[in-house]
């Protein structure tokens, strides 16, 4: 049986949108009249067509029913515990606890340094920030969980005592119910909760929100000539049995958050495909989320081999997320991305 996937596409933006949605020309992405969209893509491991939003109801009834079944979670607005959609997008601050990550590796370890930039990365405007104490960038090693806990947990304690949201970057079942026991307000597990078998009864039982993260392989190998059929429909693919198993293990809640995993596994073609088509995963009916900051895919693309200087491509890479209405951006800079976002949305969508 042939599987189809939907892509909402042709974007219309600002007041042009909301013109078009009042006359029913164009949908709603993710229920913002603001950006909304009069063309589908819909795809198929051989081939993909684009179909206006008007021409559906010609197709057979099966596929008509698929798409308008899809088009119904795209359109949906898309709500998270404690997390504001209403204007878009949120940045998530990163905060390294680490010796080794690849942009500010040992910065931050140490809790003085740590406390300044958790005040600084909220001045700047960051809603949520994503505290982690073990290095997964590519070639890296697995951290001691009692190491990877002691790194991070003066700082989630100071980060909380500051009113902030807090992600708390593991892999491990351990550090996120230590973390618990701090109020932590969501998971960010970059294995996709592939790593750590129990990470899902503690999830289960907390009812925490969090983020189902895309990753091949792992961080020590992920890098060594990644393979897909088709990467973003192998990574949809990926999502939806991952989904499939968060509901068979009784978690019922709908804070979930959507990132591809973008330098996770993939080459510099991979990376760019999912950049390209990202507007694919809203049809999953879940909030997007792309951690691009200063990654090696820029350094490809304009050749700065340093990651301090690859902020213009992360901005730029921003801004193309931000036109498929990804709702989060991970990112370091958050000082100079926000600035990107207040005068792009000012532009574009007049707000």
């Known amino acids: ?3 189809y996937y939907t892509r909402a596409c042709n974007f219309y933006y600002g007041n042009i949108s909301r013109e078009n949605v009042k006359k029913k020309i ?3 992405l993710n229920g913002n009249k603001l950006i909304s969209f009069d063309t589908i893509e819909l795809i198929t491991r051989k081939k ?10 010609k197709l057979p009834f099966k596929l008509r029913n698929k798409i308008l079944l899809d088009l119904k979670k795209i359109t949906k607005k898309k709500k998270i515990k404690k997390i504001n959609f209403k204007y878009h997008p949120i940045l998530m601050g990163i905060l390294n606890a680490t010796p080794d ?6 910065k931050f370890l140490k809790s003085k340094s740590a406390n300044v930039q958790i ?3 909220k001045k700047e405007g960051a809603e949520i920030i994503d505290i982690g104490g073990e290095s997964t960038r590519p070639n890296s090693d697995t951290v001691d969980t009692k190491v990877e806990w002691n790194r991070v947990k003066s700082k989630i304690k100071y980060a909380k005592k500051n009113k902030i949201m807090v992600s708390i970057d593991t892999r491990k079942s351990f550090v996120l119910k230590k973390s618990l026991l701090l109020n932590v307000d969501l998971l960010n597990d970059v294995s996709g909760l592939n790593y750590d078998k129990n990470m899902i009864n503690v999830l289960k039982d907390s009812k925490i929100p969090f983020i189902l993260h895309h990753m091949q392989g792992k961080p020590k190998t992920m890098q060594k000539n990644p393979k897909y059929k088709n990467v973003v429909l192998d990574i949809y693919d990926f999502f939806e049995k991952k989904l499939d198993f968060i509901r068979a293990n009784k978690i019922n809640h709908r804070n979930i958050i959507l990132d591809p995993g973008i330098g ?8 760019i495909t999912i950049l390209n088509q990202i507007s694919i995963f809203h049809s999953l009916g879940f909030p997007v989320m792309l951690g691009i900051s200063k990654k090696k895919f820029i350094k490809d693309i304009a050749g700065k081999n340093d990651s301090k200087d690859r902020t213009g491509g992360t901005i730029s890479s921003s801004v193309q997320a931000i036109l ?7 990112v370091h800079d958050v000082n100079e991305v926000k600035q990107a976002v207040k005068v792009f949305n000012k532009i574009i969508f007049n707000a």
Request: charged share 30%; net charge positive.
């Open 1 to 3: 049986m042939i599987k």
């Open 26 to 28: 164009s949908l709603p």
């Open 101 to 106: 990550s690849f942009s500010d590796g040992g």
């Open 48 to 57: 993909k067509i684009l179909i206006k939003i008007k021409n559906i109801k």
């Open 119 to 121: 005040k600084k990365l």
């Open 324 to 330: 498929q209405g990804v709702q989060i951006l991970r």
């Open 264 to 271: 996770f596994g993939k080459n510099l073609k991979h990376n």
